[in-house]
Each structure stands twice: as structure tokens, then as C-alpha cells.
């Protein structure tokens, strides 16, 4: 449903896109210079990222959606309506008198153990800015807690009935939530398979993430005039791994948030070897998910990254022009080492702007001398270090 108020984000419809992607790339940190240690701006490195999310828990999304994203290994965030959701499906339906009844909680159930994510839409799906103290608690609180006694497992994320809030539903929301859906493209109704097609390529361009909005899919709100167009759609969209990342709205929200709270700090050791050491401003676990550190290095032969002090590698990918190592913020600095193919020797370490920790100078990924002592003081070291503040990094353009 497509009303919006009250500072919520943007109801995007497909007329807009050219220029609702960019006014929603509001995930500020991303690909500094091609000569920096950075961290990507997704998962993996990846030029852009899709999170599918349907709202109202519908019992055709269930029947006709999950066998699709199953068949093309795509996990998609279901936003329930608590006080709508019944036992089973067989009972929603004899509730609803029609096919347009919700998802049962053991259907529910099993989606989430197959790694759907299942996200709060409230309670009783009303406007949440004209409830007062009592019915909001209800309305977030109430339901969270029904959500996580059902399906054993606390949701990471709210959706707001009508995509609209004010503060005070912020901070209610914030008291058990960790992320909320802020802005979100429509797909529905007439939708084609190549106007979806086209919001991921322009998010692959514009290096944004799209969060979908999908409600009915045969019949009910905003239904599709050819459910098929949204299974071709899926089946393309799989194809774009190699620069699309696919997951749910709680895992890349997670990876943003963290993102941009982490202070990255790295240390040159020799030509061939380097120190990371990540620090997030967030609190584990619920900010723990590992972030991709990029590392340009050109052709190399070999590489490692382990944390100090251990014996076990940390996932390393090794592209054409770069080391990508993925490393959950906190604990110990890694050590990446790698090797380039003359025999071992190594042209040179990566090209990163240094500073003096000590003098409370450093640059962020363009180089630009920002102050360091605001992060962190009493840093002392014998090597020149680079610090960069992931949430100050633009996209170098």
C-alpha cells in the first residue's frame, strides 16, 4: 500500500526509477580509488545489491513466490502481520473464505528454516502515527514478541504498515528492532519482466541497493497481471551474480549499518604484507556479519589472511587486480600476505595515503586528511598507518 508520510522513505514507482535509485543510495560508503585499501560497499564487492521483500504475509506468496526464489537459490524478507496469522494454512483459509488469506505459522516456520527472512509488519496493520502509547507497544512490541515465540527466532527488521512513521514510531520500533525498511521500490500490477529487469541493471549501474515492495501476486493488493512475469524476472536476476548481490533485507542492512560504523585501520608490515584491524562502533552480536575488505594488489600468485595470534585463514578471494578478505569487525588485526608470479617476488605494496597515527592525522580512501584523534587516541606504532572512517568514504566520483 502506497501511502507515505511523516518522513518515511520513498514509495518508488517505475516511472521514477531513473532517479528514485539515486536519491536512494543513501548507503553512503562505497569503492574508493582503485589504489586504496577499502571496504566494498557490499558484500563480496559486488557493484550492487537487491533485497525482495512482500509484505502482509499473503498465502499466494507463499504458493506461487517461494517455489520460484527456491528454484533460483534467492532468500527474500516476508513482513507478517502477527495478529492476522493463524496455525495453519488450511485454517487461513476457511478465516479469509478465499484464496486471498495469509500464511500459516508452520508454513512460516519452514520458510525461515530454509533461510527466508521473517520480518514484523505489526500487529493489526494500521497506521501506526495515529496510535497512542498503549496501541503502539501493541502494534510493535506485541507482535515482535508473537513473531519470535512462533518462529524462534527474534525479527532483525520492522516494515511500517503504509511505509509511514514519525519519531516517537521510530524509537518504539528501535527499542527491539535493529533496521527498519526506509524506502522501497514497487513491483506489482503491471509490472513487466523487463521493467524489473531494469531497476537491478540500474542498480548495478548506480552501485545502490533496491528493496523491493510485492504484495499479491494472483490476486489481492497490487496483484500482478502475470504472476509470470515476476518468475521470468527472478530467473534473470540470478544470472547477475557475478555483480548482484541477492540476499534479505536483515543481512544487507546488517552489512550496511556496519559498514558504516566501522573504523578501518591499516598498517603496512613489507611489501607484501599488511595489517587490517576493523573496529565497529555497533554492538555485537547483533552487528557481527563479516565485511569485505578490498585490497588492490594486481596479479598475484597466492595469498592468506589470518587474525593475530590464530592459525585458521579467513575466506580469500583472489580477482585479477585485488585480494578480497572477508573480516568480522573486532578482536585482533589481520595479517594478509600474497605473493605476485616472478618467482615470488612482489611488485610493490598496495598505494596507501599514510600519516603519522601518533599526530592524530590521517586520510580517508581519497586521500583527504581527516582527524583521527576523534576515533581513536593513544595510538602508538612504530609503522605509518592508514585510518579510514568507512562512513566518510564516497564513491570517487
Same mark, same amino acid.
Given at each position: 500500500?502506497?501511502? %507515505?508520510?511523516?518522513?518515511?522513505?520513498?514509495?518508488?514507482?517505475?516511472?521514477?526509477?531513473?532517479?528514485? /535509485?539515486?536519491?536512494?543510495?543513501?548507503?553512503?560508503?562505497?569503492?574508493?580509488?582503485?589504489?586504496?585499501? +577499502?571496504?566494498?560497499?557490499? $558484500?563480496?564487492?559486488?557493484?550492487?545489491?537487491?533485497?525482495?521483500?512482500?509484505?502482509?504475509?499473503?498465502?499466494?506468496?507463499?504458493?506461487?513466490?517461494?517455489?520460484?526464489?527456491?528454484?533460483?537459490? /534467492?532468500?527474500?524478507?516476508?513482513?507478517?502481520?502477527?495478529?492476522?496469522?493463524?496455525?495453519?494454512?488450511? /485454517?487461513?483459509?476457511?478465516? &479469509?473464505?478465499?484464496?486471498?488469506?495469509?500464511?500459516?505459522?508452520?508454513?512460516?516456520?519452514?520458510?525461515?528454516? %530454509?533461510?527466508?527472512?521473517?520480518?514484523?509488519?505489526?500487529?493489526?496493520?494500521?497506521?501506526?502515527?495515529?496510535?497512542?502509547?498503549?496501541?503502539?507497544?501493541?502494534?510493535? %512490541?506485541?507482535?515482535?514478541?508473537?513473531?519470535?515465540?512462533?518462529?524462534?527466532?527474534?525479527?532483525?527488521?520492522?516494515?511500517?504498515?503504509?511505509?509511514?512513521?514519525?519519531?516517537?514510531?521510530?524509537?518504539?520500533?528501535?527499542?527491539?528492532?535493529?533496521? &527498519? @525498511?526506509?524506502?522501497?521500490?514497487?513491483?506489482?500490477?503491471?509490472?513487466?519482466? *523487463?521493467?524489473?529487469?531494469?531497476?537491478?541493471? %540500474?542498480?548495478?549501474?548506480?552501485?545502490?541497493?533496491?528493496?523491493?515492495?510485492?504484495?499479491?501476486?494472483?490476486?489481492?493488493?497490487?496483484?500482478?497481471?502475470?504472476? *509470470?512475469?515476476?518468475?521470468?524476472?527472478?530467473?534473470?536476476?540470478?544470472?547477475?551474480?557475478?555483480?548482484?548481490?541477492?540476499?534479505?533485507?536483515?543481512?544487507?542492512?546488517?552489512?550496511?549499518?556496519? +559498514?558504516?560504523?566501522?573504523?578501518?585501520?591499516?598498517?603496512?608490515?613489507?611489501?607484501?604484507?599488511?595489517?587490517?584491524?576493523?573496529?565497529?562502533?555497533?554492538? &555485537?552480536?547483533?552487528?557481527?556479519?563479516?565485511?569485505?575488505?578490498?585490497?588492490?594488489?594486481?596479479?598475484?600468485?597466492?595469498? *592468506?589472511? @589470518?587474525?593475530?595470534? #590464530?592459525?585458521?585463514?579467513?575466506?580469500?578471494?583472489?580477482? #585479477?587486480?585485488?585480494?578480497?578478505?572477508?573480516?568480522?569487525?573486532?578482536?585482533?588485526?589481520?595479517?594478509?600476505?600474497? *605473493?605476485?608470479?616472478?618467482?615470488?617476488?612482489? $611488485?610493490?605494496?598496495?598505494?596507501?595515503?599514510?600519516?603519522?597515527?601518533?599526530?592524530?592525522?590521517?586520510?580517508?580512501?581519497?586521500?583527504?586528511?581527516?582527524?583521527?584523534?576523534?576515533?581513536?587516541?593513544?595510538?602508538?606504532?612504530?609503522?605509518?598507518?592508514?585510518? /579510514?572512517?568507512?562512513?566518510?568514504? #564516497?564513491?570517487?566520483?
Amino acid at each position: 500500500m502506497l501511502r %507515505n508520510r511523516s518522513g518515511f522513505g520513498p514509495v518508488l514507482h517505475p516511472a521514477l526509477l531513473a532517479v528514485a /535509485i539515486i536519491l536512494n543510495g543513501l548507503d553512503s560508503a562505497g569503492a574508493g580509488p582503485a589504489d586504496s585499501v +577499502r571496504i566494498a560497499r557490499f $558484500s563480496g564487492d559486488l557493484a550492487g545489491a537487491i533485497s525482495y521483500t512482500l509484505d502482509d504475509g499473503m498465502r499466494d506468496q507463499a504458493e506461487n513466490v517461494v517455489p520460484w526464489l527456491d528454484q533460483q537459490g /534467492i532468500k527474500a524478507t516476508f513482513w507478517v502481520v502477527a495478529g492476522w496469522t493463524v496455525e495453519t494454512d488450511d /485454517i487461513a483459509k476457511t478465516v &479469509a473464505g478465499d484464496r486471498y488469506g495469509g500464511i500459516g505459522w508452520q508454513t512460516l516456520v519452514r520458510m525461515q528454516a %530454509n533461510g527466508h527472512e521473517i520480518g514484523n509488519h505489526s500487529w493489526g496493520h494500521p497506521d501506526l502515527t495515529y496510535c497512542d502509547s498503549a496501541a503502539l507497544e501493541g502494534e510493535v %512490541n506485541k507482535a515482535c514478541s508473537l513473531i519470535t515465540a512462533r518462529i524462534g527466532v527474534s525479527p532483525y527488521a520492522f516494515c511500517c504498515p503504509f511505509n509511514t512513521w514519525n519519531e516517537k514510531v521510530k524509537a518504539k520500533i528501535f527499542e527491539r528492532h535493529f533496521a &527498519a @525498511r526506509e524506502f522501497c521500490t514497487g513491483m506489482g500490477n503491471t509490472m513487466t519482466t *523487463q521493467g524489473m529487469n531494469a531497476v537491478v541493471q %540500474n542498480a548495478i549501474r548506480q552501485k545502490s541497493w533496491v528493496v523491493t515492495m510485492i504484495h499479491g501476486i494472483t490476486m489481492g493488493y497490487d496483484a500482478f497481471a502475470d504472476p *509470470q512475469q515476476l518468475a521470468a524476472h527472478l530467473a534473470y536476476v540470478k544470472t547477475l551474480r557475478d555483480s548482484l548481490w541477492i540476499a534479505t533485507f536483515g543481512q544487507v542492512s546488517r552489512y550496511v549499518k556496519e +559498514r558504516d560504523s566501522t573504523l578501518m585501520t591499516v598498517t603496512p608490515v613489507a611489501a607484501h604484507e599488511i595489517l587490517v584491524q576493523l573496529d565497529c562502533r555497533l554492538k &555485537a552480536p547483533a552487528f557481527s556479519a563479516p565485511l569485505t575488505v578490498v585490497v588492490p594488489v594486481g596479479r598475484v600468485i597466492s595469498a *592468506q589472511a @589470518r587474525r593475530e595470534g #590464530s592459525t585458521a585463514a579467513l575466506p580469500l578471494a583472489v580477482k #585479477s587486480d585485488r585480494l578480497l578478505v572477508d573480516i568480522v569487525p573486532g578482536g585482533a588485526a589481520v595479517r594478509i600476505t600474497w *605473493q605476485t608470479p616472478a618467482s615470488g617476488v612482489v $611488485s610493490g605494496k598496495p598505494a596507501i595515503r599514510t600519516a603519522t597515527a601518533s599526530a592524530g592525522i590521517s586520510c580517508d580512501a581519497k586521500g583527504r586528511v581527516i582527524d583521527a584523534s576523534k576515533h581513536r587516541r593513544g595510538v602508538k606504532t612504530r609503522h605509518p598507518v592508514a585510518i /579510514i572512517d568507512a562512513g566518510s568514504i #564516497s564513491d570517487g566520483k
